[in-house]
């Protein structure tokens, strides 16, 4: 059994996604250990309660230090014992000790095809704005095992999702939701709970 935990910042669909999935049985042998939200008003924290999945926050707000926060919020990650960490919408510069206790055991959903609109300072609707600016007529979603870099871990799926013409950034980050982002981060889940993940030469490959 993959037990694994969700990091959350904001309203939680990819949580949910999650949820959803491993209900729906398209999720395997994967239990959600615990969910970690930075902040206390995330609708993602009450999604974890309604589920009955053990939530807790962990904001800077409430240490002296941005070390002390770290401390805390690797050691809320290790009390559930994770096999695998996942940053579902997460916006937290990671602690370093975190990333390297969990490399290759994190993973990550970034709303664009990486490597294009991704780094430092791309998340949210600012990713789809700079879609639309450039005029891409495809974007999509990715999921990446996080190393030490922004975004820049090996690529484990990716799915395109058509820009269409007078799209806002409201409705393009919906449509990359809907269509990628709560398909491949359950199906990434799953194909690693069922041990149909690989690695070779520093990238990630589904096994056939
Ligand atoms: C998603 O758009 C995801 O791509 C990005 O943050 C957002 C999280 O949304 N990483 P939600 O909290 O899962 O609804």
């Known amino acids: 059994m993959l037990k694994i935990v969700v990091m959350v910042s904001g309203g939680g669909t990819n949580l949910q996604a999650i949820m959803d999935a491993i209900a729906a049985g398209k999720i395997t042998n994967t239990e959600i250990a615990g969910v970690i939200s930075n902040k206390k008003d995330a609708f993602a924290l009450e999604r974890a309660a309604k589920a009955g999945i053990p939530a807790q926050c962990v904001s800077v ?3 002296a230090t941005r070390d002390e926060f770290n401390e805390a919020l690797l050691a809320a990650v290790d009390s559930y014992q994770p096999d695998l960490v996942v940053l579902a919408g997460f916006l937290v510069i990671l602690p370093e000790m975190l990333v390297k206790n969990y490399k290759n055991r994190m993973i990550n959903i970034h709303p664009s095809l990486i490597p294009s609109f991704c780094g430092a300072g791309f998340y ?12 891409n007529k495809v974007t999509g979603a990715t999921v990446h095992f996080v190393d030490e870099g922004c975004d820049s871990g090996p690529i484990l799926l990716q799915k395109a999702v058509e820009v269409k013409y007078g799209d806002t950034p409201e409705v393009l980050q919906r449509r990359v939701m809907e269509e990628a982002e709560w398909n491949i981060l359950p199906q990434a889940i799953d194909l690693i709970a069922n041990g149909k993940v690989m690695f070779e030469d520093g990238h990630a490959w589904v096994k056939e």
């Open 124 to 135: 949210g609707l600012r990713v789809h704005e700079e879609v639309l600016a450039r005029g």
């Open 61 to 63: 707000k409430d240490f």
